[in-house]
T-cell receptor, first 110, second 112 residues
């Protein structure tokens, strides 16, 4: 009930392409779904977040798509840039602790 | 403004020794979290403090791990009798009135 499953584990995308990372959760009590970006040697930084009453949220080149019935959500990075190369984590929570996915290492090739 | 700070940034210790890791949250944040990041286990929740409420200790892996938060601000995570499997990056995060958690840079712990 507490797991969040993330895929793929690693992703290589050409500059200008679309990066798509998927997550699935089990606990229907979760009400907050953030995505974090982490660079080597740094702590995770919040990228974008969504609540289950919304099916899509867009901030700049980053979009979260949320499917409540399927218990899935995904991150889309449009016009991917080499500077987007990092590890991305999805997470879910209900009023407190975050349950994280296993992470996706994204590499954007110039 | 200042973000979450953690000290030390790196800690090397010998098996069996005790270690203390410190977290300074963002000023005014009432929520403070500790997580552990390791290659095999990803990012794991350890403990959560919210204001004056009793902490949520459900993620602590053993009774060798403990944490306290003094004066509703600074927190210390203590690991007693360290084991090699405790080697990881220990991350602290703080939060205010929203669900957003702001992470510090972490403390990399190596147990020899």
């Amino acid at each position: 009930q507490q797991q969040v499953k993330q895929s793929p584990q690693s992703l290589i995308v050409q500059k200008g392409g679309i990066s798509i990372i998927n997550c699935a959760y089990e606990n229907t009590a979760f009400d907050y779904f953030p995505w974090y970006q982490q660079f080597p040697g740094k702590g995770p930084a919040l990228l974008i977040a969504i609540r289950p009453d919304v099916s899509e949220k867009k901030e700049g080149r980053f979009t979260i798509s949320f499917n409540k019935s399927a218990k899935q959500f995904s991150l889309h990075i449009m016009d991917s840039q080499p500077g987007d190369s990092a590890t991305y984590f999805c997470a879910a929570s209900k009023g407190g602790k975050l349950i994280f996915g296993q992470g996706t290492e994204l590499s954007v090739k110039p | 403004g200042a973000g979450v700070s953690q000290s030390p940034s790196n800690k090397v210790t010998e098996k069996g020794k005790d270690v203390e890791l410190r977290c300074d949250p963002i000023s005014g944040h009432t929520a403070l979290y500790w997580y552990r990041q390791s290659l095999g286990q990803g990012l794991e929740f350890l403990i959560y403090f919210q204001g004056n409420s009793a902490p949520d200790k459900s993620g602590l892996p053993s009774d060798r791990f403990s944490a306290e938060r003094t004066g509703g601000s600074v927190s210390t995570l203590t690991i007693q009798r360290t084991q090699q499997e405790d080697s990881a990056v220990y991350l602290c995060a703080s939060g205010g009135v929203t669900d957003t958690q702001y992470f510090g840079p972490g403390t990399r712990l190596t147990v020899l």
